[in-house]
């Protein structure tokens, strides 16, 4: 069962919407109404829901119901448009949540130029560029994988990985097109490829060496009101909306999806059926949680699936991400290859270069060697330093170097273009500080 704060409507689908009016008496109808004031409205108070009877208003209140959006405590705006939001919830705590108005260099989701490469390849834009070649060129093997879909799992299994793993360290709904809020003054402006990057966790408990986050610990996990409340927020502030406005997701900030796992996907659920971001601009980043990955696929609504790889041997990988020691490169490897991948789909491989560390031609050998025969795309990202991160960051010609290694091995590799280094925001820099408090814009 995901998690719900009590007394909160963020969080809450349109079953337990029903629940909840129905328990006051009200007709089952009056659930939509809140439907549509939740989560495509996403007014702050109950109210602003005009729609409700004065009545009901006046009920929810002295239950002491309230919506629960977050707070936006802070802004930290980069020199390319990038912005941190640090988003406040509702006992103090703050997870960090970032806009990025042109993604990354590219999307369909990932916040990749893979990804756009992708997008333009299944709408049939392309047919030859380097990177689409590489995947068509794939794509013989690929069609012989067997895909089989993993079962849903029958119980929740996060608090008891996140405990493990503590030890060891030692669709495009139509229906929301009917509803036109006025805030939309920029409604189907945003034809680009925005993108907002989302926490799941206050802090994380996987320990990644060259990531700031791992640095706070793990918190807390989030509600799953509280994930899809950061998506709220930050649309209602940047005044965009969607369908109509074309926005990719990405769960990739503070904190391992998948060890917070029921709320992750009720979250999805929510963010898919009732804020209106299509399945297929969503991705979710795992380091690689076994176990959630074999669930993941069996799921009937899901992102697609980024596993953060950043090694190219077990040795290394355990250096650099200690849970290696729990699910090694082979199970992960063999978790891939199980993955239930749809039509046009495949798994993105992230890979963060750390200088002098991963970053060889040997290392590129044996990444090609692990990927081979999975139908899946490598993105590369130089590490974005950070202080308390004992890596540095290559060279551009290391990292082309890299990159063109892998690419004629047959695997599509990219570079992601860094955002927001100037405020901490972009990949890996995650940290919720507010020390950071001299960062321009402000
Ligand atoms: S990279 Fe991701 S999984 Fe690893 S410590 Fe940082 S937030 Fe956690």
Redesign the pocket.
């Known amino acids: 069962m995901a998690d719900s704060p009590q007394n909160v409507l963020l969080g809450l689908d349109r079953d337990e919407l029903t629940l909840l009016v129905e328990g006051l008496g009200e007709p089952s109808y009056r659930a939509k109404q809140l439907v549509e004031a939740v989560y495509r409205q996403r007014v702050a108070s109950i109210e602003e829901i005009s729609t409700l009877s004065q009545q009901l208003r006046l009920n929810l209140g002295e239950k002491g119901i309230s919506i629960g959006l977050p707070q936006i405590e802070k802004r930290f705006v980069s020199e390319d448009g990038t912005v941190r939001y640090l988003v406040g919830l509702g006992d103090g705590q703050s997870v960090e949540t970032v806009w990025m108005p042109e993604g990354d260099g590219g999307e369909a989701g990932d916040g990749s130029e893979a990804g756009e490469l992708a997008e333009r390849f299944v709408e049939g834009t392309i047919s030859g560029t380097s990177g689409a070649k590489a995947h068509t060129e794939q794509s013989e093997p690929i069609a012989a994988l067997k895909r089989s879909a993993t079962p849903k799992p029958q119980e929740d299994r996060g608090k008891e990985l996140n405990k493990e793993l503590n030890e060891d360290r030692g669709q495009d709904t139509n229906r929301h097109q009917r509803y036109q809020p006025d805030l939309r003054s920029k409604q189907g402006q945003n034809q680009g490829r925005s993108t907002i990057c989302i926490s799941s966790q206050v802090g994380?408990?996987?320990?990644?060496q060259?990531?700031?986050?791992?640095l706070l610990g793990m918190k807390r996990n989030l509600s799953a009101g509280e994930i899809v409340g950061q998506v709220c927020a930050v649309l209602k502030d940047q005044k965009v909306s969607p369908p109509e406005d074309r926005i990719n997701l990405v769960f990739?900030?503070?904190?391992?999806p998948f060890l917070n796992y029921e709320n992750f996907v009720k979250a999805a659920r929510l963010l898919v059926e009732e804020v209106g971001i299509a399945e297929r601009r969503m991705t979710v980043?795992?380091?690689g949680i076994v176990p959630r990955i074999h669930d993941f696929g069996g799921e009937r609504i899901r992102p697609k699936l980024a596993i953060?790889l950043n090694a190219s041997n077990d040795e290394l990988r355990t250096r650099l991400?200690p849970l290696n020691k729990k699910w090694n490169l082979e199970m992960l490897m063999a978790a891939a290859r199980a993955y239930p991948l749809r039509t046009r789909e495949w798994i993105t491989f992230e890979y963060v270069l750390l200088g002098g560390v991963n970053d060889g031609p040997e290392n590129a050998k044996e990444v090609a060697e692990l990927l081979r025969g999975i139908r899946c795309k490598v993105n590369l990202i130089a590490l974005n330093p950070g202080p308390g991160i004992d890596f540095t960051t290559p060279g551009g010609e290391q990292v082309a170097a890299f990159q063109k290694k892998l690419r004629d091995a047959g695997i599509p590799a990219f570079v992601r273009r860094p955002r927001g280094r100037d405020i901490y925001a972009a990949c890996?820099q995650?940290k919720r500080t507010v020390e950071i408090a001299a960062a321009p814009g402000l």
Request: negative net charge.
């Open positions: 994380c408990a996987v320990d990644c060259f990531c700031l986050t791992a990739m900030g503070m904190g391992e980043s795992t380091a953060s991400m890996g995650l």
